[in-house]
């Protein structure tokens, strides 16, 4: 058995090598892997991993970046936002989201996020940053993309956000 796994481990890394901007969702798919899993093959110095239990003050970080993409992938849909990170606040057991005037809102369950991953790879050509959350099973709840300005490249401010992050959060994960 854990040969076979260091097998599919090898074949993903192989897989990313090959095609680094590819649907990281698909290749979880075809070696019957949770998406985590293929999350920690891409490089090393692409991914950095953060404790779940910094699931608050990770979003609430976010919330002040201003408009950035927030995209539910799962293997039946890809819901995707682009606006501002609501703030929220813990109520009732769940951090609820704070989306007033029809911006993004919802419920979120922080206790069930085990880890968060700042990821920087390249999708369809172009440089992507993300904040990924993952559950205790290695299955993304959700993913934060660093948003892009007209000419539509990376915005500088949220880029030194998510280093901000990265700097802050990578000791909580033995990054440091």
């Not at 892997?33 to 609430?60: A, K, N, S, Y």
């Not at 940053?129 to 539509?152: C, H, M, P």
Request: glycine share 10%.
């Amino acid at each position: 058995m854990e040969a076979t796994h260091a097998r599919k481990i090898e074949q993903i890394r192989q897989a990313i090598a090959e095609k680094p901007d590819g649907i990281l969702e698909s290749l979880a798919a075809q070696f019957s892997v949770p998406v985590q899993t293929v999350i920690e093959c891409v490089p090393g110095d692409r991914v950095t991993r953060i404790d779940g239990d910094r699931f608050v003050e990770v979003l609430g970080d976010i919330a002040e970046w201003g408009d950035i993409t927030f995209i539910v992938h799962t293997k039946d849909a890809v819901i995707e936002f682009s606006g501002p990170m609501p703030t929220g606040r813990i109520g009732h057991g769940m951090y609820n989201l704070q989306g007033h005037g029809g911006g993004l809102s919802g419920h979120l369950r922080p206790e069930k996020c085990k880890s968060i991953f700042l990821v920087r790879r390249p999708f369809m050509g172009v440089e992507t940053l993300s904040v990924q959350f993952f559950n205790a099973e290695g299955e993304t709840i959700f993913k934060i993309y660093v948003g892009r300005d007209e000419a539509r490249q990376l915005k500088s401010d949220q880029i030194e956000r998510f280093n901000r992050l990265e700097t802050l959060f990578a000791e909580t994960a033995g990054n440091a």
